[in-house]
């Protein structure tokens, strides 16, 4: 079998590459963020989400304030060696930092209105995270 040579991932211009956390039970699709190579280092030996923020500079471990860390089950490179696909469990109910168990909570209808299907939020954003 192959062994995963992370010499061969392909990073944009800044550094970075697409993943996407999908929930490991039900499929469904929490997030996307960016990961630089530390990122993903950190990631494969932890397998907890780490990410790369471009608005802070810096790596960020998944749920380091808000306890909602990322288990990783699988992670999958695609094709190009340019995104990875992560099957999650989601500690703590949420994904996103709204408050929802997913950052994909809002429908675009066929009218072009913006339908929140996100239902309850799992959490309120301004008790959990500091002010920056």
């Known amino acids: ?18 993943a996407i956390a999908q929930d490991y039970k039900t499929g469904d699709i ?5 990961m ?4 993903l280092e950190k990631t494969l030996s932890t397998r907890k989400a780490h990410y790369w923020s471009s608005s802070r500079n810096k790596l960020w471990y998944k749920g380091e ?6 288990e ?19 500690i703590g109910g949420a994904a996103c930092h709204t408050g929802y168990r997913s950052c994909f909570f ?16 799992c959490f309120d954003p301004e008790k959990v995270y500091k002010k920056r």
């Open 1 to 18: 079998m192959e062994k995963f040579d992370i010499s061969r991932v392909k990073l944009d211009e800044k550094g970075l590459m697409a």
């Open 65 to 70: 304030e808000s306890g909602n860390v990322q």
């Open 36 to 39: 630089n190579k530390e990122a």
């Open 72 to 90: 990783v089950k699988s992670i999958y490179i695609d094709c190009d060696n340019d995104a990875i696909l992560m099957k999650v469990n989601q």
């Open 30 to 34: 929490l997030m996307i963020a960016w």
């Open 106 to 121: 809002t429908e675009i209808t066929p009218e072009g209105e913006l339908k929140n299907v996100g239902g309850e939020k």
